[in-house]
Every structure is written in structure tokens, then in C-alpha cells.
């Protein structure tokens, strides 16, 4: 599994489109920034909790952690991440990334499969990278509970 130390790799996503392609360790150069995983857009705990939190929480976690910017990644395709994104107010505050073949947390070691929601996808996890190296990294004990990965228990904790 990922761990602290780690760099991230050089890998795409999408951000809205198939057409506009992220490299992830391009984007955390020379940044600190937060990113997040989740099982997939629309699922009810993800929709209820765990984006919520850190659309509410985003100005406070850049502000205290001097975090340039916060990234949610699913096993999803780009135009769904945009959708749930927008429904949910992301804009401005988190970067909604589709890692639509589950490429990025297969590498990550961050995957599972999850046969009644298509297969692989994501592990609920939120880590702090710095410059590309994960500085801290928080992982659901099973995956799919709603703990530590969770906006609130960044703040709570000022983990930095």
C-alpha cells in the first residue's frame, strides 16, 4: 500500500473531459496539496459525507495548511466527476479528477474491488502531498468506512 515517502506516480486523469489530460505528479510539483479518494461520484456516503466535508472545509484546510489545492479522485469517468462535482458546489474549491480505469489507485495500492458497484475501485483515503511525496496518509482500515479519511478529521487533528 501507499505510504508516507512515497512519490506519486507519473500518470494521467481527467478533469472534466477525456480530452483534458492531468499528469498528477506534474500537478503536485512544487505544491502542497491534499487529495482524496472515494468509492465513486453519486454513491450515497460519498455524496452525503465525504465530498461535502471538503467542499466545506477547503478554505480552512488551505488557509491553515497552506494547501494550494484539493483533489478528489474516483473510479469514474470524467464527465460524471464533472456533474457530481458541480452538484455539489466543488467549484473553485476541489478538483474533481477521473481515474476512469482505476490506473492511479491500482499503482497507489489504493484500490478494491467492488463487484456490486462495476469492480475496482477506489479505497476511501486522503493523504497530504508535498511536492509530489506523500507526506501523510490516511486509509480506511477496510476501505470503505468513513473515519479518518474524512475533511474533519484533518482539521481536527491539524494534520500537516
Do not use: Y
Not at 35 to 41: D, E, K, M
Not at 49 to 62: D, E, M, T, W
Not at 65 to 77: P, W
Amino acid at each position: 500500500m501507499a505510504k508516507v515517502g512515497d512519490r506519486l506516480p507519473s500518470m494521467v486523469l481527467f478533469e472534466d473531459s477525456p480530452e483534458n489530460e492531468i499528469n498528477i505528479r506534474e500537478l503536485a510539483a512544487n505544491k502542497k496539496i491534499i487529495i482524496f479518494g472515494v468509492h465513486g461520484a453519486f454513491t450515497p456516503d460519498c455524496s452525503k459525507i465525504h465530498l461535502p466535508g471538503f467542499v466545506v472545509s477547503a478554505n480552512f484546510l488551505k488557509s491553515i495548511l497552506n494547501i494550494h489545492e484539493i483533489i478528489c479522485i474516483s473510479v469514474n469517468d470524467p464527465f460524471v466527476m464533472s456533474v457530481w462535482g458541480e452538484e455539489h458546489g466543488a467549484g473553485g474549491k476541489i478538483r474533481m479528477l477521473a481515474d476512469p480505469s482505476g490506473d492511479f489507485v491500482k499503482v497507489m495500492d489504493l484500490a478494491m474491488d467492488l463487484p456490486t458497484l462495476g469492480g475496482v475501485r477506489s479505497k476511501r483515503f486522503s493523504m497530504i502531498v508535498g511536492d509530489t511525496k506523500v507526506l501523510k496518509l490516511n486509509v480506511e482500515p477496510g476501505g470503505a468506512e468513513l473515519g479518518c479519511s474524512l475533511a474533519q478529521n484533518i482539521v481536527k487533528n491539524r494534520i500537516n
